[in-house]
């Protein structure tokens, strides 16, 4: 069972990119599915994340409509793209799957999660 993000990268302010989480050994389609990052010298903070229990995408506050996450079940990867970068969400981004039943409530919950990806890097810069 293995989770990898990647997609990430240096871009500048304004632009977009879009992560992606491939899996391996499960199928994400019947997971809920979360995103976290971890900026340098900073906590870990919640990002985003898509119910298993109402197939809602849920997101936090600073957000603000920038991001957006999809599943593609055939590629059995999900995605989060990243619009209006700004230089604070320089981070290390994550993937994370819940194998349990994930409300929109607890998507902010790291410890309702059960699968870790590596991170992927995305910088933020002119």
């Known amino acids: 069972v293995q989770l990898q993000a990647s997609g990430g990268g240096l871009v500048q302010p304004g632009g977009s990119l879009r992560l992606s989480c491939a899996a391996s050994g499960f199928t994400l389609a019947y997971f809920g599915i979360g995103w976290f990052r971890q900026a340098p010298g900073k906590e870990r903070e919640w990002v985003g994340c898509i119910s298993s229990s109402d197939g809602r995408t849920y997101y936090a506050d600073f957000v603000k409509g920038r991001f957006t996450s999809s599943r593609d079940n055939a590629k059995n990867t999900v995605y989060l793209q990243l619009n209006s970068l700004k230089p604070e969400d320089t981070a290390v981004y994550y993937c994370?799957?819940?194998?349990?039943?994930?409300?929109?409530?607890?998507?902010?919950?790291?410890?309702?999660?059960?699968?870790w990806g590596q991170g992927t890097l995305v910088t933020v810069s002119s």
């Open positions: 994370v799957a819940d194998k349990g039943l994930l409300r929109g409530s607890d998507c902010y919950d790291s410890e309702e999660y059960d699968y």
